[in-house]
T-cell receptor, first 118, second 112 residues
Framework: GAVVSQHPSRVICKSGTSVKIECRSL??????MFWYRQFPKQSLMLMAT?????????EQGVEKDKFLINHASLTLSTLTVTSAHPEDSSFYIC??????????????FGPGTRLTVL | GESVGLHLPTLSVQEGDNSIINCAYS??????FIWYKQESGKGPQFIID?????DKRQGQRVTVLLNKTVKHLSLQIAATQPGDSAVYFC???????????FGKGTHLIIQP
């Protein structure tokens, strides 16, 4: 299957600071990338959808000014959590969709980033 | 047997037995369905997918069944192994460019 990486895998920051998370598709071009958030023992919730070169589309209830998404190339999308607060602590997971070597267009997920805001 | 916990339903099976994990999806217009496996602290791992014009699809040791009449999806795992222990999520997609809507998840526990 296709490989998606995320960096960093874990980050701890102080309240009020901003954190940037990178998502990369390593062996295919991702026409679309998605960002999800997962709280402990809960399911994944879609936050936003981003297409390369265009503005992200945010799900209802997700603040676009707080969660800045940039999809500058077909292999890289970034999520920046601005002015982070303890309630933003969560597991952030990206996925990428595009034509892989197998010819499928399913979503492949990254390993996730654990954000802890103190 | 299957039980509902505070957050995730749990399914406990004996090693070597077959496992069946069920999922009710929400949107009758969804065109694509996927099963993911998630181990603790990791991202979801693709298992198998099925499109809405099919009712069954088989992979290696896994089978997905789709019943559109009652909006039900199931994942069958044959000869369950200890490495199959994880949380399993079904996910549905409304259209080609859309994100996924995930089900609540089922925690599969393998008894030795």
């Amino acid at each position: 299957g296709a490989v998606v990486s995320q960096h960093p895998s874990r980050v701890i920051c102080k309240s009020g600071t901003s954190v940037k998370i990178e998502c990369r598709s390593l062996d295919f071009q991702a026409t679309t990338m998605f960002w999800y958030r997962q709280f402990p023992k809960q399911s994944l919730m879609l936050m936003a959808t981003s297409n390369e070169g265009s503005k992200a589309t945010y799900e209802q209830g997700v603040e676009k000014d707080k969660f800045l998404i940039n999809h500058a190339s077909l292999t890289l999308s970034t999520l920046t959590v601005t002015s982070a607060h303890p309630e933003d602590s969560s597991f952030y997971i990206c996925s990428a969709s595009g034509r892989t070597s197998g010819g499928t267009d399913t979503q492949y997920f990254g390993p996730g980033t654990r954000l802890t805001v103190l | 047997g299957e039980s509902v916990g505070l957050h995730l339903p749990t399914l406990s099976v004996q090693e070597g037995d077959n496992s069946i994990i069920n999922c009710a999806y929400s949107n009758s217009a969804s065109d694509y369905f996927i099963w993911y496996k998630q181990e603790s602290g990791k991202g979801p791992q693709f298992i198998i997918d099925i499109r809405s014009n099919m009712d069954k699809r088989q992979g290696q040791r896994v089978t997905v069944l789709l019943n559109k009449t009652v909006k039900h999806l199931s994942l069958q795992i044959a000869a369950t192994q200890p490495g199959d222990s994880a949380v399993y999520f079904c996910a549905e997609r409304l259209g080609g460019a859309d994100g996924l809507t995930f089900g609540k998840g089922t925690h599969l526990i393998i008894q030795p």
